[in-house]
């Protein structure tokens, strides 16, 4: 099985910045998107960034211009930077990957991390 390792999730203050972090090593499948989603209580889990095989990035509109998602290739790894945080960014942060091989698709989760953003 797959091991996702997942940090950078803490307590922060309104303005602050924070770097998440997924890395999903010793699979021989290659890996195409890797994706961030957060979900709070109540709701459903969101898509808040993803990054294709070719570098192409989408956010979600409630992030856009603060949150930059990259990609390491070598590591097998996404970062996902948030800036300016909000209290509304405040969620559990989940990475997912996904990859392929012999014509068969896999996504991985990864545990979440939790963020939150508050005076």
């Known amino acids: 099985q797959v091991r996702i390792e997942e940090t950078g999730g803490n307590l922060v203050q309104p303005g602050a910045s924070l770097r998440l972090s997924c890395k999903t090593p010793g699979n021989t499948w290659r890996v195409t998107t890797m994706d961030w989603y957060r979900q709070v209580p109540g709701s459903q889990r969101e898509l808040v960034a993803a990054?294709?095989?070719?570098?192409?990035?989408t956010y979600a509109v409630a992030v856009k211009g603060r949150f930059t998602i990259t990609r390491d290739n070598a590591k097998e790894a996404t970062y996902l930077q948030m800036n300016s945080l909000k209290p509304e960014d405040t969620a559990i942060y989940y990475c997912?990957?996904?990859?392929?091989?012999?014509?068969?698709?896999?996504?991985?989760w990864g545990q979440g991390t939790q963020v939150t953003v508050r005076s």
């Open positions: 990054i294709a095989d070719d570098g192409s990035a």
């Open positions: 997912k990957v996904r990859r392929t091989a012999f014509g068969t698709t896999r996504d991985y």
